[in-house]
């Protein structure tokens, strides 16, 4: 379970909304829409130990029982996936997954894992591909797979559907909404598009976060 509870956000001394609580459970994905500007990345930014010092927030976060606000980003295990990719050039798709591997996993289980991971996602034998040779639902895929390596316990996904073209965007959503139920991961989905949210499921709204409860 992800919860917000209480958050009120200010720039300078000035309220960028006030006592936002939100609870998502496992498997879930809430969608939070609203207009450009509206604060939607700096709720994201805050959930993962990064808001930027012009802001203040109080309030807190709470991840599976744990109170997380606090802790460094790295302890959170909360995922975020951005609108751009952020896979680095200078390394192979296999590298760029290593990556986010646990220090835990060592040796050849790493190869083994990485393998693995290639073939769930369709894209078996690609680990010494370079990364800009695949098409932008390759790397979709990769990016997605490579947030979830980290093993994370909630996931952020920022507009990650605004960069891919229409029918690619409709096959890769279905596919990431599966993915993340089948993992039990609990997802807020930051979008300014209807579109984007998952069939039936919850919808929060900007402008109805003063005191919104769900
Ligand atoms: N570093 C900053 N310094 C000053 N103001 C900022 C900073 N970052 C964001 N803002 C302002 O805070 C408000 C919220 O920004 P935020 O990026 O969270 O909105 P958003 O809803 O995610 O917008 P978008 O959909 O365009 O990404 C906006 O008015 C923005 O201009």
Do not use: Y
């Amino acid at each position: 379970m992800l919860q917000i509870e209480n958050l009120t956000l200010r720039r300078a001394a000035q309220p960028l909304f006030e006592n936002l609580e939100l609870r998502i459970a496992p498997g879930e994905v809430l969608t939070l829409m609203g207009a450009s500007g509206s604060g939607k990345s700096t709720v994201l930014n805050w959930m993962i130990g990064a808001l930027d010092p012009v802001f203040s927030a109080s309030g807190s976060l709470w991840l599976n029982g744990q109170r997380v606000e606090g802790l460094p980003t790295e302890l959170r295990r909360i995922g975020i996936l951005f609108q751009d990719d952020l896979l680095f050039a200078n390394m192979s798709v296999g590298q760029n997954l290593a990556f986010a591997l646990p220090a835990t996993i060592r040796g050849a289980a790493r190869h083994e894992r990485i393998a693995q991971v290639l073939a769930d996602v369709g894209l078996a034998g690609f680990a010494e591909r370079d990364p800009a040779t695949l098409s932008g639902g390759q790397r979709a895929r990769i990016n997605l797979m490579r947030a979830l390596l980290a093993q994370p316990q909630a996931l952020l996904l920022d507009e990650p559907f605004s960069k891919l073209d229409v029918l690619l965007r409709e096959q890769f959503r279905a596919w990431v909404f599966e993915h993340l139920q089948r993992a039990g991961i609990a997802t807020l989905l930051v979008t300014h598009d209807p579109q984007d949210a998952p069939a039936g499921g919850r919808v929060l709204n900007v402008s109805s976060w003063q005191k919104s409860q769900l």
